[in-house]
């Protein structure tokens, strides 16, 4: 063998031979190991001028031309928890099943503006500019009892988180974000370059169909024995009830309280359900930055004043168990609970 020959087989074998084997490697690697998911808009990267403290502009219904279809739900007073952006409030009004129509109002001049029409509320914050569509977390609780699949099935049907700007009283869609259920960390993230997540790793293979969720019932005259002491020396106990794996846990839970019978037989535990009367039905629910408005249809029926205490513990506590839920409205035929109770 020549000179030249001995020279290129040592380069070849002595060079380049750790280096393939180190791109081989590195392509091993990264195919076990995908790339990290990216994050998502965060509100802090997008700061609201300082939040507006005077008196709120009166409503413009003029300034939309259908505006004065939502005329009541519009001009209602706003609450500190539907504050966006600096001046603006956010108004969600249900129009059907998983469907809210989500606004803002202008608390400086009272303009109004339609954003958008959202299946699972929206999320925002008064110092940020950066509004939410389809609350990323209310998808991520579902993988409690639900494969990644399942999850990312009824995204497609109910839609996937969007993030929307306020920019000088104009609300741009940013993105689009190509977001995915993260197998791993169990959250919403933007879709990665690189290899795909192996979309049954860390998730509920269960193939059920069903699942489970709690109604509250009360336990009259236990005491706080068997559950939380309410009212008139009243205990609230949760009930176990199978809805389909598929259905927005939070209406169903509530159908689930409003279809219970008035007494109901746990164990041997006789409960009552002080949600009864005629025709009571759940016409609309929203979850906005964690406050669920429930509107409720119907004739409820008051038996004494114990039932009062009774009647608000119930629907809080079944609609609170879910995480994504902090605070509950309750409105019967387009009263307050507390009013139309009392």
């Known amino acids: 063998m020549s000179r030249t020959a001995r020279y290129l087989r040592f380069i070849l074998v002595v060079v380049m031979a750790p280096v393939a084997a180190s791109l081989f490697l590195s392509t091993a690697i990264a195919q076990q190991n995908p790339v990290t998911p990216k994050a998502l808009p965060r509100f802090e990267d997008y700061p609201a001028a300082p939040i507006f403290t005077g008196k709120p502009a009166k409503v413009n219904l003029a300034s939309n031309r259908d505006a004065r279809r939502f005329r009541t739900a519009l001009t209602e007073a706003f609450t500190d928890e539907s504050r966006f952006a600096g001046h603006y409030r956010v108004v969600e009004i249900g129009c059907g099943a998983s469907c809210q129509s989500v606004w803002a109002v202008d608390l ?61 009283g104009k609300f741009k869609r940013i993105g689009p974000y190509k977001v995915r259920l993260d197998p791993v960390s169990k959250k919403v993230v933007a879709n990665a370059t690189g290899s795909p997540a192996n979309a049954s790793a860390g998730s509920n293979t269960s193939s059920s169909k069903t699942t489970k969720i709690k109604v509250f019932l009360v336990a009259g005259g236990d005491n706080g024995k068997n559950g939380k002491r309410i009212g008139c020396d009243d205990s609230l106990v949760a009930v176990s009830r199978t809805i389909e794996r598929t259905a927005p846990r939070l209406r169903a839970a509530l159908d689930e309280l409003l279809s219970m019978p008035e007494e109901f037989d746990n164990g041997g535990q006789k409960l009552g359900n002080y949600w009864k009367g005629s025709d009571l039905k759940v016409k609309r629910v929203s979850l906005t930055n964690g406050t669920a408005t429930i509107q409720i249809t119907g004739r409820l029926l008051i038996a004494g004043i114990c039932d009062e205490p009774r009647i608000e513990e119930q629907i809080q506590a079944t609609a609170k168990q879910f995480p994504t839920v902090k605070r509950v409205r309750v409105f019967v035929n387009g009263t307050r609970l507390k009013e139309a109770i009392r």
């Open 108 to 168: 400086i001049d009272g303009s109004i503006y339609s954003l958008f029409t959202a299946s699972y509320g929206s999320v925002f914050r008064p110092d940020s500019r950066l509004i939410v569509k389809n609350d990323p977390e209310q998808y991520e609780e579902m993988l409690k009892d639900s494969t990644v699949a399942e999850v990312e099935s009824m995204m497609k049907t109910y839609g996937p988180p969007e993030f929307w700007l306020e920019e000088k």
